[in-house]
Nanobody
Framework: QVQLVESGGGLVQPGGSLNLSCAAT?????????MNWYRQAPGKQRELVAA???????TYADPVKGRFTIFRENAKKTVSLRMNSLNPEDTAVYYC???????????WGKGILVTVSS
């Protein structure tokens, strides 16, 4: 059974940085999958924050462009999210997701809390 395990969340002051990491375990050829980070803030819908496609193309939501960087390492079956210049609006539960665009199969992590507060 494939699982995604997120790490690196926590409390950070405004203007600070955090690195989130997500590791896939189990039988999965991760190079076949798009790898994504979503977030869900209190009272809001889950939104896509950043994505790195199978071929390496990256996309970012407008609020995080220039501040967040997504990076995948297929050999380690990991995807990371480097978050700089954090502000309170970035406070949310962040979810790792992998999605096979050909088969439709996807897996979600359980989520990890990021809190930006002074």
């Amino acid at each position: 059974q494939v699982q995604l395990v997120e790490s690196g969340g926590g409390l950070v002051q405004p203007g600070g940085s955090l690195n989130l990491s997500c590791a896939a375990t189990g039988q999965i050829v991760i190079s076949y999958y798009d790898m994504n980070w979503y977030r869900q803030a209190p009272g809001k819908q889950r939104e896509l924050v950043a994505a790195v496609r199978r071929g390496g193309v990256t996309t970012y939501a407008d609020p995080v462009k220039g501040r967040f960087t997504i990076f995948r390492e297929n050999a380690k079956k990991t995807v990371s999210l480097r978050m700089n210049s954090l502000n309170p609006e970035d406070t949310a539960v962040y979810y790792c997701n992998v999605q096979n665009s050909l088969t439709g199969m996807g897996v979600w992590g359980k989520g990890i809390l990021v809190t930006v507060s002074s």
